[in-house]
């Protein structure tokens, strides 16, 4: 089964505006990564957020995590056109190595 | 640098018909993986090797066999195919240890079973 669930599983906005997705995972895990996939591409790794942190930013990027709630969330900010793409989160659990993704986002951008 | 590269983008199998992916990365990487995809979900692992001569199995593994005889590859095979397997393919790999933890994917192998 899947460790982590994306809320929500689509979102349409206008270019300017900030995408927030959500992601829960059931188990304790090491890190939380945020992974990005245009259509029928392979994915490209956004950032990692490691399990004694809280908050990081990348760019336009920023993830929250919070363990005690087994939950995080993927900011995006003022969204282009370009950012149009599935948005997976993945989590490394206690035995490393493996990663165990969610079914994703599908972020639509308008301009 | 290619990266990883996956042949062949892909294909269109009869049932019990068997063939091999090919999965190459020229980043020297110790970790390689072998990932199925299927509409609307999320990526579930099939087979993944943690260094040359090694292999394990994933959440997904019946149907499929591995093989790791070079650092550099990761064949991922299917004796008899069957319309289940159906998908998209993905191999990624990434380097061991702390703060090595990304894994870089190839494009993508589709594969049709009739």
């Known amino acids: 089964s899947q460790q982590g669930e994306e809320d929500p599983q689509a979102l349409s906005i206008q270019e300017g505006e900030n995408a927030t997705m959500n992601c829960s995972y059931k188990t304790s895990i090491n890190n939380l990564q945020w992974y990005r996939q245009n259509s029928g591409r392979g994915l490209v790794h956004l950032i990692l957020i490691r399990s004694n942190e809280r908050e990081k930013h990348s760019g336009r990027l920023r993830v929250t995590l919070d363990t005690s709630k087994k939950s995080s969330s993927l900011l995006i900010t003022a969204s282009r056109a370009a950012d149009t793409a599935s948005y997976f989160c993945a989590t490394d659990a206690s035995s490393g190595s493996r990663l165990t993704f969610g079914e994703g986002t599908q972020l639509t951008v308008n301009p | 640098n290619a990266g990883v590269t996956q042949t062949p983008k892909f294909r269109v199998l009869k049932t019990g018909q068997s063939m091999t992916l090919l999965c190459a990365q020229d980043?020297?990487?110790?970790?390689m993986y072998w990932y199925r995809q299927d509409p609307g979900m999320g990526l579930r692992l099939i087979h993944y090797?943690?260094?040359?001569?090694?292999?394990a199995k994933g959440e997904v593994p019946d149907g499929y066999n591995v093989s790791r005889l070079k650092k550099q590859n990761f064949l991922l095979g299917l004796e008899s195919a069957a319309p289940s397997q159906t998908s998209v393919y993905f191999c990624?790999?990434?380097?061991?240890?702390?703060?090595?933890?990304?894994?870089?994917f190839g494009p993508g192998t589709r594969l049709l079973v009739l």
């Open positions: 090797s943690v260094g040359e001569g090694t292999t």
């Open positions: 990624a790999s990434r380097e061991h240890g702390t703060g090595q933890e990304t894994q870089y």
């Open positions: 980043m020297n990487h110790e970790y």
